[in-house]
């Protein structure tokens, strides 16, 4: 890389990994993250769980550790959404628009 960039480099056979602790003894490892030289993926945990999962092919899982497509998305819960998109709203009303849209060109009935 050049240009005036500070550098931080974690070199070992397996990968490199950054913690972030609370305890002093090594024993808390609540915010991590990890490369991985195995599959060249990335991990990232919080609260000691791994929540997010980038994988050397580029696919990305997000409460999942594998993936069913290009972006894996899982609830904790039957109570939670999955995915939630919310628009700001406009001149102090309502938004004019929030959603998200699916289309799957092999089968349009589908989804």
Known sequence: MSGNYA???FSGSDGGFI???????GSDHD???IYAHSDNSMKFSTAGTQRLHIHGSGE???NNT???GMLTVEASSWSKNAIYVRAAATGG???DFAGI???NTADAGNI
């Open 7 to 9: 550098a931080a480099e």
């Open 19 to 25: 913690d972030f602790q609370d305890a002093t003894d």
């Open 31 to 33: 915010g991590r993250i």
């Open 60 to 62: 990305v899982s997000i």
């Open 66 to 68: 594998s993936t069913t």
């Open 93 to 95: 009303g309502q938004a």
């Open 101 to 103: 849209g699916f289309y």
